[in-house]
T-cell receptor, first 112, second 116 residues
């Protein structure tokens, strides 16, 4: 199915650095979700965004729902080794039933 | 969000045999569950939407006779990979959509299927 454009595909950073990743779409969404997936596990919800312009934080994580409703970003501040994993954005449109559209994922590697 | 239990976490089977994967919603009555497939280093690909008490809705290109879905109760959906072949080896993940205004999609922990 359709995928969101998520970038970057991978990042290799030093512990303590800040991280930013984003997703863009050609169509609008009503909800943006950000997930983290550890190896061999299912995705775990990090942040959910429901309104255009909404900025939400969860600890060191901050995400925003773009004003145009076609994009979202996720920032991680002061990265730590346990931030390693794959981060996925997902969008939902009210007219799409229950279906989520996923980004291709951002693989984050943190060097201690 | 809902608590989702997926079993087994890993399974190895021989070619030609069938494998059943269970997805349970432990604290939420789920009329709808979702089954995804994930290839290494790739994103999640929706296979089908499982509907309690009715037939599953399959995504284009997914063989319904190959991947049998049964959603017989509000807390259990099963995915059976029939006559498995090595190319069916993959990571399969189920998901439950919780209700309410502040909803989210909760995922199971996934099942690593290896067909030898």
């Amino acid at each position: 199915g359709q995928q969101l454009n998520q970038s970057p595909q991978s990042m290799f950073i030093q512990e303590g650095e800040d991280v930013s990743m984003n997703c863009t779409s050609s169509s609008i969404f009503n909800t943006w979700l950000w997930y983290k997936q550890d190896p061999g596990e299912g995705p775990v919800l990090l942040i959910a965004l429901y309104k255009a312009g909404e900025l939400t934080s969860n600890g060191r994580l901050t995400a925003q729902f773009g004003i145009t409703r076609k994009d979202s970003f996720l920032n991680i501040s002061a990265s730590i080794p346990s931030d390693v994993g794959i981060y996925f954005c997902a969008g939902h449109h009210n007219n799409a039933g229950n279906m989520l559209t996923f980004g291709g994922g951002t693989r984050l590697m943190v060097k201690p | 969000g809902a608590v989702v239990s997926q079993h087994p976490s890993r399974v190895i089977c021989k070619s030609g045999t069938s494998v059943k994967i269970e997805c349970r919603s432990l604290d939420f009555q789920a009329t709808t569950m979702f089954w995804y497939r994930q290839f290494p280093k790739k994103s999640l690909m929706l296979m089908a939407t499982s509907n309690e008490g009715s037939k599953a809705t399959y995504e284009q290109g997914v063989e319904k006779d190959k991947f049998l879905i049964n959603h017989a109760s509000l807390t259990l959906s099963t995915l059976t990979v029939t006559s498995a072949h090595p190319e069916d080896s993959s990571f399969y993940i189920c998901s439950v959509k919780s209700g309410g205004l502040n909803y989210g999609y909760t995922f199971g922990s996934g099942t690593r299927l290896t067909v030898v």
